[in-house]
């Protein structure tokens, strides 16, 4: 994906020269309170961001993150993620996150919103799904502003910070979000 740039940020490719707004994110443990991994350190950080340079959508493995870059304050803030599923090629997950002072302001929204388009008008995906922890209350809330629907509620499917807990997993179908661009325009 070629960088895009939106009314307050531009959605690009991550680069190693990303590493200190990444770590400051990435240990943030309000960032990681309802994830199943621990803070990241600088090693695996640098080994992420040099994956990053070369993974291509579609490869295996090829989890994309792409940097959500403030245009005013000239810095990553956080990241919009999205993994073709395997065996599947026409599905996909996404996922975010925000450093938490760039939080309430509608980024991950407006970035989440670059991804869809990137995954049903370009990559011609069928279905867009993303799962969070039932307590993670900003980022199903997230999915319902992308218009995605909750699909399911799984029973103690992750084991996070000492504890099994529940998820909901959300969708969205190609033509369900190409409904929703219609109505934007026509709206
Ligand atoms: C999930 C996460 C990215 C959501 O971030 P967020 O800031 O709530 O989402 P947005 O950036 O889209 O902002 C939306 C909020 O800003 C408000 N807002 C303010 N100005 C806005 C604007 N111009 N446009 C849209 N929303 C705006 C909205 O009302 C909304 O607040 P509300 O949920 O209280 O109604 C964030 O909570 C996060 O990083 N969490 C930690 C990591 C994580 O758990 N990731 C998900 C793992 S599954």
Redesign the pocket.
């Given at each position: 994906m070629q960088p895009v740039v939106t009314r307050r940020l531009i959605i690009r490719r991550m680069t190693e020269t990303d590493l200190l707004d990444f770590l400051t994110?990435q240990t943030h443990p309000?960032?990681?309170?309802?994830?199943p991994v621990e803070p990241l350190t600088e090693e695996r950080a640098m080994r992420f961001l040099a994956r990053q340079a070369v993974v291509e959508i579609g490869d295996e493995g090829g989890y994309i993150v792409f940097a959500i870059h403030h245009i005013g304050d000239a810095k990553m803030i956080?990241e919009v993620g999205i993994n073709l599923l395997p065996w599947a090629q026409s599905k996909g997950e996404i996922?975010?996150?925000?450093?938490?002072i760039?939080?309430?302001?509608?980024?991950?929204?407006?970035?989440?919103q670059v991804l869809l388009t990137y995954g049903f008008a370009h990559r011609k995906l069928h279905r867009i799904t993303?799962?969070?922890?039932t307590r993670?209350?900003?980022?199903f809330?997230?999915m319902e502003?992308l218009g995605m629907r909750r699909e399911g509620h799984l029973r103690q499917s992750q084991f996070i910070k000492g504890s099994w807990q529940d998820e909901y997993i959300y969708a969205l179908l190609d033509d369900e979000w190409l409904a929703q661009q219609s109505v934007t325009v026509d709206g």
């Open positions: 994110y309000k960032v990681l309170r309802y994830m956080g996922g975010w996150s925000l450093h938490p760039y939080q309430g302001h509608g980024y991950a929204t407006e970035a989440a993303s799962i969070c922890d993670n209350t900003a980022s809330r997230l502003r």
